[in-house]
């Protein structure tokens, strides 16, 4: 996929990214997360300081994410990159808004905000290293 | 979920796993994989030993994989186990067959099973040690 055909791949619909993260003791979590992706490029994603993967980024920001159309011919999109986790953001509510707004539709989007920019809660976001693309895997 | 639940939501139509696994310099990798779960649980997919998760799971096989339903309001199983990985599988065609049938239909099953079967391809097994299952999320 060229550069416009992955970015366009992974707002559409509700597609969600499975996120990989390593723990202290070396091994592997995946966790499904919402997610906005920036101009830049940047992908935007806020998670609990104290679930699984918000402690293994803060000890390890190397992350590995994966967004799939599961259905004939397939097609994914995987990203590697760096997490930096901003605790306490200006842009938290701001950004669990624009991401309620995405999975639950923009009339429910304040209310998602609100319920999800929570004490704790951290903004994520990744710029991506590298860019593995690949659309008609079956074919 | 219950186990049942679990089992028919990994098993719907043409999900796929996204399996975390983690490279020897401790960074973590995602990739989508088809997949067939039996009747004791095991969940077994197929990969080339050279690919990088085929690499990294026979360096250390503890392995993560997430299915998860990317709609609202949304759902996902997680399951942690250690892979084993068998290369020259007796099984390897039966394996390749099926997840053609499963997920490019039981008319391309044994063209699917041909064209994966092939010299270096390993069968991958995962028994799950947990499992996280959970429904409804957004509510």
């Not at 499975?18 to 992908?43: H, M, N």
């Not at 990203?79 to 009339?107: K, N, V």
Request: aromatic residues 8%; negative net charge.
């Amino acid at each position: 996929m060229s550069h416009e055909e992955w970015r366009a791949f992974l707002i559409e619909g509700t597609r969600t990214a499975k996120v990989g993260v390593v723990r202290k003791d070396g091994s592997p979590v995946v966790a499904p997360v919402w997610f906005v992706l920036e101009d830049d490029d940047t992908i935007v994603f806020t998670t609990h300081r104290t679930t699984t993967k918000g402690y293994a980024l803060r000890r390890d920001p190397r992350l590995a994410l994966c967004v799939d159309d599961d259905r004939p011919p397939y097609a994914f999109v995987r990203i590697a990159g760096i997490a930096t986790c901003e605790e306490r953001s200006p842009d938290l509510l701001a950004y669990a808004t624009r991401l309620g707004g995405r999975y639950m539709g923009a009339d429910r989007a304040e209310e998602y905000g609100r319920r999800n920019a929570v004490e704790g809660e951290m903004v994520v976001r990744v710029r991506p290293e590298r860019v593995n693309a690949q659309t008609d895997i079956a074919d």
